[in-house]
């Protein structure tokens, strides 16, 4: 089956720092999606990425789908405390059905 | 406007006992997903609905799970004969149509002693 590989799977970062964390898969995705999830509940959409070699932001996240549709990577800029949470790479088969990576839980430190 | 809704948020069930855990999803939503998030992991997808209909159950982990919707809105998602390894958090998401963006509910955390 499909293997989604997030990278790293957990860091702490001061306030203010930028992060970087990223996703690989074993195979080709049309579509990228990253969500973040907060404790206790779902999912939220963050970015969606359609086209290979696209860089897209949203406020203080920018992402980017592979050139070769294997990965995708996320950016995100002066990180605050509200940053705290896992980010899940997803991005869907046919139909619609996502596939999680692992998640990259990420820490601040206040 | 209103998200998508689950209840209940936790339930406790005896190793044995059959659950079912409640789906509402916003309101005019064509697509509906069940994933299962185990501690520590990300979501794994159990089934999808389009309408009334089940078109994808191949994430169902046994014949005990069983996932219906029967009017094209409300889904429940029944588990029997539960066992400790059914104990995570069971997500429920809603989509307006194929391909488009999905919504999360925050879940029914399941606990079997």
């Known amino acids: 089956g499909q293997q989604l590989n997030q990278s790293p799977q957990s860091m702490f970062i001061q306030e203010g720092e930028d992060v970087s964390m990223n996703c690989t898969s074993s195979s080709i995705f049309n579509t990228w999606l990253w969500y973040k999830q907060d404790p206790g509940e779902g999912p939220v959409l963050l970015i969606a990425l359609y086209k290979a070699g696209e860089l897209t932001s949203n406020g203080r996240l920018t992402a980017q789908f592979g050139i070769t549709r294997k990965d995708s990577f996320l950016n995100i800029s002066a990180s605050i405390p509200s940053d705290v949470g896992i980010y899940f790479c997803a991005p869907p088969n046919a139909g619609n059905m996502l596939t999680f990576g692992g998640g990259t839980r990420l820490m601040v430190k206040p | 406007g209103a998200g998508v809704s689950q209840s209940p948020r936790y339930k406790v069930a005896k190793r044995g006992q059959d659950v079912a855990l409640r789906c509402d999803p916003i309101s005019g939503h064509v697509s509906l997903f069940w994933y299962q998030q185990a501690l520590g992991q990300g979501p794994e997808f159990l089934t999808y609905?389009?309408?009334?209909?089940?078109?994808?159950k191949s994430g169902l982990p046994s014949d005990r799970f069983f996932a219906e919707r029967p009017e094209g809105s409300v889904s429940t998602l029944k588990i029997q004969r539960t066992q400790q390894e059914d104990s995570a958090v069971y997500l429920c998401a809603s989509g307006t149509a194929y391909n488009s963006p999905l919504h999360f509910g925050n879940g029914t955390r399941l606990t079997v002693t």
């Open positions: 609905f389009q309408n009334e209909a089940q078109l994808d």
